[in-house]
């Protein structure tokens, strides 16, 4: 693995770690890795620096749905053009499109399930390329981007042994 | 009560346990075990174990899958081809290397120990009634044993000598070289070689060389290794031993008496390891070697002189700038910073003038005990 893929590595796991910190554990400049950084912004490889936040520990009331969609390809464009239309929606907070039995997985979130039930009756489901939709709510988040939410024993090693 | 163990003195490390119990907010950097947490398909193995009810004693040897996983791993992995049944599992590298003792030892024995060493190597050879006989190693060699200072030692007596690396506490290693001058000595002068080689996934810099994958060494030492370290195992207890066929059956006679077996779902868990553990275990060998760089580069910064070390999870430090000894260091340090370290001189005398810092720690703590010492350095 090539050091700008490490760079990438750490700043995945803690996009507030420090540059001095990547180039003492690289063997690096702090420099380069500056620079590194500075070109993965500008390239838009790292899009966002944001926080993850623990939706067991907030209670902000917002429900999400997994929606799959099942939608007619456009010649010429594919799923392209019809996915674009429905990532473009404030509600939809992500959109995969899979193999499988249906074509499109939309993640949505609202404040209530009348919201999203709303969203998905009046604007998800009457785009002309949407053939059906299934929503599922979502009940509980246990683990999300290698995160896991529920409480762990802390392990106890001893602080002092050979 | 027996007067030997009376008089075995207290391990330099238990004053600093007691007193750190007592603290509240202390960044440790003085543990010898890995930060990571058994990797989940070790720990679901030895729990699938356990629901399918292998509860039983294994045979004294340890299971015979286990050994023959042993034997392949030490074959690909330390080009030191062992027969399963010269393989015996036991309960950690600890008691294997006290079953070693126990098994090449007579009364009056001498044995070689390369000091800084881990704490129980010679309270051991003393309970065996030999005679440890100390070699210093030193900063300026990177803490490599020369093996014209094992020639010194050697007397009529030498029946064996231990070898620790990569090496608890200073993370040295040995070069090629030193390493063959070392084992043309041992041959030479045809004593034994205890290696405990459990450190040894954890080499940076290049790979671990064993003693074990010269032929003619194979005969004359006892090879020890384990999971504890590499594998992030060390509450499962299980280690091994592997030597020519009559000490290891002479280890076994004391092995099945003492102890019987090692725990099965510990040997379980360590077959996991070893058919599906490598990947996850490359992966904390990176993190640690990100952090020897870091801890290094950090106390080099502070002040406190640091060889990089090649092995293990260790930095040792040379204190000698700061004028005090080793453990009024560590104990000021723990007392004025909270910050928990090793004094080097209980490893042994020649461990004195240094500090063994375990970076088996999280960046978060290593960069929070930096600056502690950092601190404590400056208001000195």
Known sequence: ?162 | MNEKVKAIPPSGIRKFFDMVSEMKDVVSLGVGEPDFVTPWHIREGSIYALEKGHTSYTSNKGMKELREEIAKYAAETFNAPYDPNNILVTVGVSEAFDLALRALLNPNDEVIIPEPCYVSYKPLSYLCNAKPVVIGTKEEDEFELRAEDIEEAITRKTKAIVLNYPNNPTGATLSKKRMNEIANTILQNKIWLISDEIYSELTYDGSHTSFASSEEMRKRMIFLHGFSKAFAMTGFRIGYAAGPEETISLMTKIHQYSMLCAPTMGQMAAIEALRKGKEEMLKMKEEYDQRRKLIVKGLNKIGLNCFMPKGAFYAFPSIKSTGLSSEMFCEELLKKEKVATVPGNAFGRSGEGFIRCSYAASIDEINTALERIEKFINNM
Not at chain 1, 15 to 42: N, P, T
Not at chain 1, 52 to 77: F, S, Y
Not at chain 1, 79 to 102: H, N
């Open chain 1, 1 to 162: 693995m090539d050091k700008r893929q490490k760079i990438l590595d750490f700043m995945t796991r803690d996009s507030r770690i420090s540059a001095a910190q990547i180039a003492a554990m690289l063997d690096m400049d702090e420099s380069e890795v500056r620079r590194a950084i500075k070109g993965f912004e500008d390239d838009n490889v790292i899009v966002k620096y944001k926080a993850m936040v623990n939706p067991q520990k907030v209670e902000n009331g917002n429900v999400t749905a997994l929606i799959e969609i099942k939608v007619i390809p456009e010649r010429g464009t594919g799923f392209d053009s019809v996915s674009e239309r429905i990532a473009k929606f404030p509600e939809v907070k992500s959109l995969f499109l899979l193999s499988g039995t249906y074509d499109l997985l939309a993640i949505v979130e609202g404040r209530n399930l009348q919201e999203v039930s709303a969203f998905v009756s009046q604007k998800l489901a009457t785009i002309e390329r949407v053939q059906s939709t299934t929503t599922h709510f979502l009940l509980k988040k246990y683990k999300e981007d290698g995160i896991e939410f529920f409480e762990q024993d802390r392990t106890r090693r001893l602080q002092i042994t050979p």
